[in-house]
């Protein structure tokens, strides 16, 4: 009898599968993800070493010696213990975290606007105390500039009454006002000494919030032109909820990472970060094989450093909020032997 | 000739005035108020004794032994040093503040709504760790539903278009969307532990953002008998904005304290925080006699406790941001004395 | 139940996964573990209420649970009921 | 209170009239404010009451400590009387809901997450 080998679901739950099957949820993995992103499968060396990280009972697993990458965080701490300053200090000094981010709490640039006096003064007292590249960070959010919370409205409303060309329309505005905030926090951000801004989960509410992105992503660019400047993607595809939006010639909906890449490089980004969502109901060797075919493309063009998403839910990392730390590591060691990424 | 003493105009500045200049002054301040605001001029005692507290060089001046009273404290902390639970910590432990108040930078309710999970874990912590009443505070701050900030036409730019009836319908949407983000929030706080739910600075939109309140209060009453609910006002007198709006049949627009503690009483307030105005061109002693008169129909007919309102630029403290201790100590003890109020 | 009852490691797990109703490799796994303190209590990782929620018992609120589910006395739960109990003892 | 920098607004408002919080009797007077919303005059007389003292020793911070120490109902943990074996913070706020009679939200919050009985219908 084949042994049994202890492993996880996209959900987190833990099973227990022969090497076989393993190797099958790989080889389904790349194949579904190829015919879906239109990219090539991952090739026949490159699952094997993905068995080998996957058929293992051991508890931990890591790159080899000398292959580290920088780790970035979105988010640094969860602001319960001490002090916002002390979320970061922990993250450098605890975690040995390769760059920090503060951010508020209501984690997207409008409600940020509103308290910037006061996040520039926490900026500049954690200026004081850490050693690692430190900036701020918030989602573009274009939802929020909807009706009830926002003055446009709701495209989610107007879409299923076939009002596409109102739907169009809103969302052209809430572009402009998105990136109208996320460019004045950045300004604002720059005076209270920030080394990076990072534009997180751009593209959560389609085509038109990631146009809000690169758009303040460009003038960002050119008002700064030393800022380190980063995204990370809400999801591995661009939703078209406008669906006839362009950058720089560009249709924006339908993208899929590598793509996205070229686009933001061209906005003037010095990290992007894609993101590919778990498969709940598919094993973790299925999701990495899937995850990684997606992003190779971009990985292997890319202009820019990529730090892949790797947080719950995404990058082949389980969908549970107390993610296992055996698929999590896995799902890194994978992605980084297999795309020679920048970062994580 | 007559000795000089040094006392404090309405903006903090120090200036000489001899003892007739400043009974001229209590005089004036009493006689323009109680015009204005249709009361009782105060009476040749009260005159007398507030002469007594503010032609005085003393540093600092207190109330008798045993006439203390108790201290809310709205916005406690100033969220710079440590964590906003060590901040009610130290005015708990350090200034003996009676009721401290947990607040979210952006200080009002509807950007609370986004965020009330982490404010509700800050508030749990906070009752483990403090032995006093723990409120939470915000502003109703109706502006916020107007456009740009929200879903609704913004009345401000209707009323001098004189479409009076569309700012009128703006301004009743906007307060209910209002009643409901209360709610929301203090529901959540309730649960977390909170003693008492402070809306701060009531009215500061006219009498649309002050009826929001008044209803926000009274189903809150409804479904916590044991709440504190303290509003406390923006000014001395609900402006008109909308101009018809009632509560319990009585038309909230033109009201002074008197009424105003009515209706909050009426809602089930545990405590009213009347608030009024400081002219930085008068004197101190002006001041006082004026706060003090437009107050005091309301302490004749107070059932709930009284918070006057003694922030910087209101209740005879001067407006600026370092309220000098001998005006502050000389309105604490004047209020105490001639109203016999309940706390600040 | 190293610290209070002296246990050995296999000894404790099997305790502990006895008095929780799971498995012993159940103790180890988030995933599993997740569910089951929450379901009696036990506290988590706060991420601003996110994870746990305000409902959940947090902090010496959790030590009263773990104390009941473990049938073992916690020093500061039981100085707690002593100190908050000065009045009714046996209310607490 | 209000705006202003913490000594010259909240230092200076404590000193010429506050109560003086749980240095004396303040938080608790602060209670039947907020839970019964009773008048600063009434407020102190129960408090009084129930603490078998004066309204004057309400706000006097020698005669408070020895009956806060008695009653269990949380000091200051600072200076020389540091004493880890008194009630404090949220196990303080248990005594004090019996001695005032009032229910607490948070200690009857605490009560339901461990399972404790209530003394109130709240």
């Known amino acids: ?344 | 000739m007559e000795p000089r003493i040094a006392t404090r105009m309405g903006d903090g500045s120090l200036v000489e005035m001899t003892r007739s200049e400043i009974k001229a002054d209590l005089e004036e301040g009493t006689q323009q108020s109680a015009k204005r605001a249709k009361v009782d001029p105060l009476t040749q005692d009260e005159l007398d004794h507030l002469l007594d507290i503010y032609a005085s060089s003393a540093r600092f001046t207190a109330v008798d032994i045993g006439d203390e009273v108790v201290m809310s404290n709205d916005g406690t902390g100033t969220k710079h040093i440590g964590n906003r639970v060590q901040d009610l910590q130290t005015y708990e432990q350090v200034l003996g503040i009676d009721i401290v108040e947990l607040w979210q930078i952006d200080y009002s309710y509807k950007a609370i709504k986004t965020n009330v999970a982490h404010e509700g874990q800050a508030m749990k912590i906070a009752q483990m760790l403090c032995t006093n009443p723990v409120q939470y505070g915000a502003m109703p701050d109706l502006g916020r539903y107007s456009k740009p900030d929200g879903p609704i036409d913004n009345w401000s730019e209707l009323l001098p278009l004189m479409k009076v009836d569309e700012a009128r319908a703006a301004q009743i949407e906007a307060c209910a969307m209002l009643v409901e983000d209360i709610n929301f929030v203090a529901d959540h706080m309730v649960e977390a532990g909170a003693d008492g739910i402070d809306m701060d600075t009531t009215g500061a939109a006219g009498d649309a953002d002050f009826l929001a309140g008044l209803t926000a209060c009274r189903m809150l009453r409804e479904k916590y008998p044991f709440l504190g609910i303290e509003i406390g006002m923006a000014s001395e007198f609900v402006l008109g904005m909308h101009g018809q709006l009632e509560f319990d049949g009585e038309r909230l627009a033109g009201m002074w304290p008197k009424d105003q503690l009515r209706m909050v009483q009426a809602a089930g307030g545990s405590i009213y925080g009347p608030a009024v105005n400081i002219n930085t061109g008068k004197s101190t002693a002006w001041n006082i006699a004026r706060a003090i008169t437009i107050i005091k129909p309301a302490m004749e007919i107070a059932e709930i406790p009284v918070h006057v309102n003694v922030g910087m630029g209101v209740g005879g403290v001067p407006t600026c941001v370092y309220p000098p201790a001998d005006a502050t100590s000389r309105a604490s003890k004047a209020f105490v004395e001639i109203l016999k109020i309940d706390g600040y | 139940m190293q610290i209070t009852r002296g246990m050995r490691l296999t000894e404790a797990k099997t305790y502990v996964a006895g008095k929780l109703g799971v498995s012993v490799l159940d103790l180890s796994d988030p995933t599993v573990m997740l569910d089951v303190r929450k379901e009696l209590g036990l506290g988590g990782i706060l991420e601003s209420g996110e994870i746990t929620d305000i409902d959940d018992p947090m902090g010496i609120e959790a030590k009263f649970n773990i104390a009941a589910v473990l049938d073992v006395p916690v020093n500061c739960v039981e100085r707690f009921r002593a100190k908050a109990g000065r009045r009714r003892p046996a209310q607490i | 209170m209000g705006t202003g920098d913490p000594l010259g607004m909240e230092g200076a408002h404590t000193q010429a009239s506050g109560m003086g919080g749980m240095r004396t009797a303040g938080d608790l007077v602060a209670r039947m404010q907020m839970t019964r919303r009773m008048r600063l005059k009434e407020a102190k007389a129960y408090v009084a009451d129930k603490l078998g003292c004066t309204p004057r020793d309400l706000s006097d911070p020698s005669a408070m400590e020895q009956i806060r120490i008695e009653k269990g109902l949380g000091t200051l943990p600072f200076t020389s009387s540091v004493r880890p074996g008194e009630a404090g913070m949220i196990e303080a706020k248990f005594n004090i809901s019996q001695v005032l009679d009032i229910p607490i939200n948070s200690v009857e919050r605490f009560k339901e997450r461990v399972g404790l009985a209530s003394s109130f219908a709240v």
């Open chain 1, 1 to 344: 009898m084949e042994a049994k080998i202890r492993t996880r679901m996209g959900d987190g739950a833990l099973v227990e599968m022969t090497p076989a099957q393993i190797r099958a949820d790989l080889e389904a993995g790349t194949l579904a993800a190829a015919k879906r992103s239109k990219s090539a499968e991952l090739t026949s060396a490159e699952l094997d070493h993905l068995s080998e990280i996957f058929c293992s009972n051991s508890r931990f697993t890591g790159v080899d010696i000398g292959d580290e990458v920088v780790l970035s965080y979105d988010g640094c701490g969860s602001q319960d213990l001490g002090t916002r300053i002390n979320d970061l200090q922990y993250y450098e000094q605890y975690l040995c975290a390769d760059s920090l981010e503060l951010y508020h709490h209501d984690y997207s640039y409008k409600p940020a606007k509103a308290v910037m006096a006061f996040e520039q003064d926490v900026m500049r007292q954690a200026q004081f105390v850490t050693t690692a590249p430190l900036g701020y960070g918030a989602m573009p959010d274009l939802g929020l500039y909807t009706v009830p919370d926002g003055p446009v409205p709701n495209w989610s409303q107007l879409l299923p009454l076939g009002r596409i060309a109102e739907s169009r329309a809103a969302q052209e505005e809430a572009v402009e006002l998105a990136a109208d905030d996320i460019v004045y926090v950045a300004d604002e951000m720059v005076e209270a000494g920030i080394e990076f801004i990072d534009l997180d989960t751009a593209g959560a509410a389609g085509d038109a919030d990631f146009l809000a992105a690169l758009k303040a992503i460009e003038r960002i660019r050119a008002r700064h032109p030393d800022l380190g400047i980063q995204i990370g993607m809400a999801g591995e595809f661009v939703l078209g909820m406008h669906g006839e939006l362009e950058y720089d010639g560009v249709r924006l909906a339908g993208l899929w990472p590598l793509d996205q890449m070229k686009l933001a490089a061209k906005a003037g980004v010095t990290i992007y970060g894609p993101a590919i969502n778990t498969n709940t109901g598919k094993s973790i060797a299925w999701n990495v094989a899937r995850t990684l075919t997606i992003a190779k493309p971009c990985c292997e063009a890319a202009t820019v450093p990529v730090h892949l998403n790797g947080g719950m839910g995404v990058g082949g990392v389980p969908m549970h909020v107390l993610p296992a730390g055996d698929a999590t590591c896995r799902a890194s060691r994978a992605a980084v032997d297999i795309l020679r990424l920048d970062g994580l």
